[in-house]
């Protein structure tokens, strides 16, 4: 009977410790670390789909001011990744999309204003292929200025 309850009264002891629900800075770092992490997934996603079909294409991209812009930038460049056209690109699609989910929750979470995704309308391309490039490349220049640019990830 001792055993028992000695080890009930240690469980119960350490228990506060080892099972108390995150602070709110525990979750934005936690996010933040995420969102850097699925940035540097979708970089190497991109560089595999590179090496298939190498082309160096020049893009310039929005400065990231905040989570506001961040999750502006990343909306647009999911609805721009999203096309019947191509197969390809899913992957990458779906890694811009899950980064921008997080970094909405992020924003949500400090309390950021943050626009509605806009509703994606079927546009005709008439160079498809090529417009997919140029999106990887605007994608590929933006997330690799993520992670350099983490702290602004803490601002709205």
Same mark, same amino acid.
């Given at each position: =009977?001792?055993?028992?309850?000695?080890?009930?009264? +240690?469980?119960? =002891?350490?228990?506060?410790?080892?099972?108390?629900?995150? /602070?709110? %800075?525990?979750?934005? #770092?936690?996010? &933040?670390?995420?969102?850097? !992490? &699925?940035?540097? &997934? /979708?970089? +190497?996603?991109?560089?595999? $789909?590179?090496?298939? %079909?190498?082309?160096? +294409?020049?893009?310039?991209?929005?400065? =990231?001011?905040?989570? %506001?812009?961040?999750?502006?930038? $990343?909306?647009?460049?999911?609805?721009?990744?999203?096309?019947?056209? %191509? !197969? #390809?690109?899913?992957?990458?699609?779906?890694?811009?999309?899950?980064?921008?989910? #997080?970094?909405?929750?992020?924003? $949500? =979470?400090?309390?950021?204003? &943050?626009?509605?995704?806009?509703?994606?309308?079927?546009?005709?391309?008439?160079?498809?292929?090529?417009?997919?490039?140029? /999106? $990887?490349?605007?994608?590929?220049?933006?997330?690799?200025?993520?992670?350099?640019?983490?702290?602004?990830?803490? +601002?709205?």
């Amino acid at each position: =009977m001792c055993v028992p309850l000695a080890l009930l009264f +240690v469980s119960l =002891m350490a228990a506060p410790e080892c099972s108390s629900l995150p /602070t709110k %800075t525990d979750s934005i #770092r936690s996010n &933040i670390h995420s969102i850097v !992490n &699925i940035a540097q &997934i /979708t970089l +190497v996603h991109i560089n595999k $789909l590179n090496n298939k %079909t190498p082309l160096q +294409v020049e893009v310039s991209t929005p400065p =990231m001011n905040g989570l %506001t812009d961040i999750s502006l930038y $990343l909306g647009h460049l999911d609805d721009e990744l999203q096309s019947p056209f %191509t !197969n #390809r690109l899913s992957q990458i699609q779906a890694d811009v999309s899950s980064l921008d989910s #997080r970094v909405r929750s992020l924003a $949500l =979470m400090l309390d950021c204003p &943050i626009q509605d995704k806009p509703s994606v309308e079927p546009r005709e391309l008439l160079f498809p292929d090529s417009q997919h490039y140029v /999106t $990887l490349a605007k994608v590929q220049h933006y997330l690799e200025n993520l992670p350099p640019n983490k702290e602004k990830l803490k +601002v709205c």
